[in-house]
């Protein structure tokens, strides 16, 4: 489910003072990696997430790649680090605005 742009910037508040939360490293998205991810996002919905990768092609292929295997939105990108957003399949915490 695509977010709204009044959805994406309640989370991008929400996000702000949010600890990082998954790390990947230069070796890039791993199976490990994901399964990591896949856990955060179910315990938290929202998580921020830092990517290691240097240059900004690997960086946004990286990015775009999580978000696909998660099957999570991209709330905001800015530099290495990337909020994703997931509501929980079955008991979602946080209430987006219509």
Same mark, same amino acid.
């Given at each position: 489910?695509?977010?709204?742009?009044?959805?994406?910037?309640?989370?991008?508040?929400?996000?702000?003072?949010?600890?990082? &939360?998954?790390?990947?490293?230069?070796?890039?998205?791993?199976?490990?990696?994901?399964?990591?991810?896949?856990?955060?996002?179910?315990?938290?919905?929202?998580?921020?997430?830092?990517?290691?990768?240097?240059?900004?092609?690997?960086?946004?292929?990286? &990015?775009?790649?999580?978000?696909?295997?998660?099957?999570?939105?991209?709330?905001?990108?800015?530099?290495?680090?990337?909020?994703?957003?997931?509501?929980?399949?079955?008991?979602?915490?946080?209430?987006?605005?219509?």
């Amino acid at each position: 489910m695509p977010l709204s742009n009044s959805q994406r910037r309640y989370l991008r508040g929400l996000a702000h003072h949010l600890k990082v &939360i998954v790390m990947i490293g230069s070796k890039g998205l791993s199976e490990t990696v994901l399964k990591e991810l896949d856990r955060a996002l179910l315990d938290h919905e929202l998580v921020k997430v830092k990517v290691g990768a240097a240059d900004r092609e690997d960086r946004a292929g990286m &990015i775009k790649a999580m978000a696909e295997a998660s099957q999570a939105e991209i709330v905001q990108s800015i530099g290495h680090t990337v909020c994703l957003y997931r509501a929980h399949p079955e008991n979602p915490q946080l209430a987006l605005p219509a």
